[in-house]
């Protein structure tokens, strides 16, 4: 039996979860990584970017992921870097979300341990005995094979 402040407070808690949730279900795609412009050099020999100084191509867009444990770094046309940075975006907030949510239900889960311990306090070894041999008995009394007397603690020899 939870008292009513404990359940106003987790009813706040199940709200506010739920709202997350809601906010994490409408973020769209995501994708890890980054993207970032940079000049780069092409393979011709007699380029003006192998020159000293070089000056250089681009700058071109990238994307840098880790797949599969190593870093991949890949070119993107001007429309494919707003798509990753879109997604990339979509990623930072579903992190930030799912944060809040772990959060949310750290709180409401140290409510309700702090709830059950006071239950068992309440209870003690004695009622919670007692509560055990009320049900064997309620048992008993239906018609069912179940002893006639409540089970014994063993006692220390």
């Not at 709200?15 to 279900?25: G, N, W």
Request: glycine letters at 8%; hydrophobic letters at 35%; aromatic letters at 6%.
């Amino acid at each position: 039996m939870v008292n009513k402040r404990t359940a106003a407070r987790l009813d706040a808690y199940e709200r506010r979860y739920r709202e997350l949730a809601r906010q994490l279900a409408g973020i769209g795609y995501i994708a890890a990584g980054s993207i970032a412009l940079w000049p780069g050099r092409c393979g011709k020999a007699n380029c003006a970017c192998h020159a000293d100084p070089p000056r250089l191509h681009g700058p071109y867009w990238h994307v840098t992921q880790t797949i599969d444990g190593r870093t991949v770094n890949r070119r993107l046309t001007p429309e494919q870097a707003g798509l990753y940075s879109e997604w990339i975006s979509n990623d930072r907030r579903a992190k930030e979300i799912l944060a809040r949510m772990r959060g949310v239900a750290a709180k409401a889960a140290e409510l309700l341990l702090n709830e059950a311990l006071v239950q068992q306090d309440r209870t003690g070894p004695k009622a919670r005995f007692q509560a055990h041999d009320r049900q064997v008995h309620t048992f008993a009394s239906a018609g069912n094979s179940a002893p006639s007397t409540p089970p014994r603690r063993p006692t220390s020899a």
